[in-house]
């Protein structure tokens, strides 16, 4: 990716108790973007917000019984994520998924690997 680059951000909510296959849902995202060459995912827990119900909803503590919002957000070039977005159908039934055009204005993340200086867009 180069600066100026024509990029899209998809997110996709997601409710942290959601499951697949015994796990959580947002790892098996992950893991199935990453399968796909997506670029690059990070997923959010929700602090505080409101939907549908109108019910407010603020983390105040570590609870075990409350459930928050988690939003995995996904950027990467146009072409791949019409190719993988299709294939996450079977995953994400529920959840609402939103695709935004975006502008990078840096993009370049260096890696530390056997291939020396080479960023991750190399």
């Not at 296959?21 to 409101?50: C, K, P, S």
């Not at 019409?82 to 995953?91: E, I, K, N, Y």
């Amino acid at each position: 990716m180069q600066r100026g680059d024509a990029l899209q951000r998809v997110c996709i909510y997601l409710n942290e108790r959601d499951q697949h296959d015994n796990r959580a849902l947002y790892i098996a995202v992950l893991e199935h973007l990453q399968r796909e060459g997506a670029t690059g995912a990070t997923a959010l827990r929700g602090m505080g917000g409101f939907g549908p119900g109108q019910r407010m909803r603020a983390t105040r503590t570590l609870s075990v019984t409350e459930t928050h919002t988690v939003v995995i957000e996904w950027i990467d070039r146009i072409e791949r994520i019409s190719r993988v977005l299709p294939t996450l159908d079977a995953l994400t039934r529920d959840a609402l998924i939103t695709i935004e055009e975006i502008y990078a204005y840096r993009a370049r993340l260096p890696v530390s690997s056997q291939f020396g200086s080479q960023t991750a867009g190399e």
